[in-house]
């Protein structure tokens, strides 16, 4: 640590939460506001005040199991961030470690719900639009 210290006075007091921070302002738009949702996560607060160098393997899976997929993506950009710049010296969960990301599956509306939509429209004229991917 005294060694860490000397290349870099931070390195040994820099917490998640600046991280958090410093990953915020590159961003813009949309991102910087997902950005601003994501570190809201309560789950971060495992490590929002833990000094970066010395979060172990165990803090990461604890803020994995308390979070959802967001978490786990959002965790690994900032591991991904601490690495790049030099304030990781190697990362705290390998990234074979991390669990893979499952997102819900998805669909889309089908037509009986679309059906449903419209039905309950009070506006007439937008009752009669029309999605194009129903008309053939």
């Known amino acids: ?8 006075p931070k390195l040994v007091t820099r917490t998640w939460q600046e ?3 410093d990953v915020i302002l590159d961003k813009t738009g949309p991102t910087r506001h997902r950005w601003n949702s994501a570190i809201k996560d309560p789950a971060f607060d495992r490590i929002r005040k833990s000094v970066v160098v010395t979060t172990l393997p165990e803090d990461f899976l604890a803020v994995l199991r308390a979070g959802t997929v967001s978490t786990n993506v959002s965790l690994r950009h900032l591991q991904n961030h601490c ?3 030099g304030w990781l010296p190697v990362p705290v ?3 074979k470690k ?7 599956e998805q669909r889309g509306i089908t037509t009986e719900e679309h059906a449903q939509i419209i039905a309950r429209e009070g506006n007439p ?9 129903l008309e053939h």
């Open 93 to 95: 969960l390998p990234k």
């Open 83 to 85: 690495l790049d710049l």
């Open 125 to 133: 004229a937008t009752r009669l639009v029309r999605s194009p991917h």
């Open 1 to 8: 640590m005294a060694y860490l210290s000397t290349v870099d």
């Open 98 to 104: 991390f669990p893979k990301i499952k997102h819900k």
């Open 19 to 21: 991280v958090m921070a």
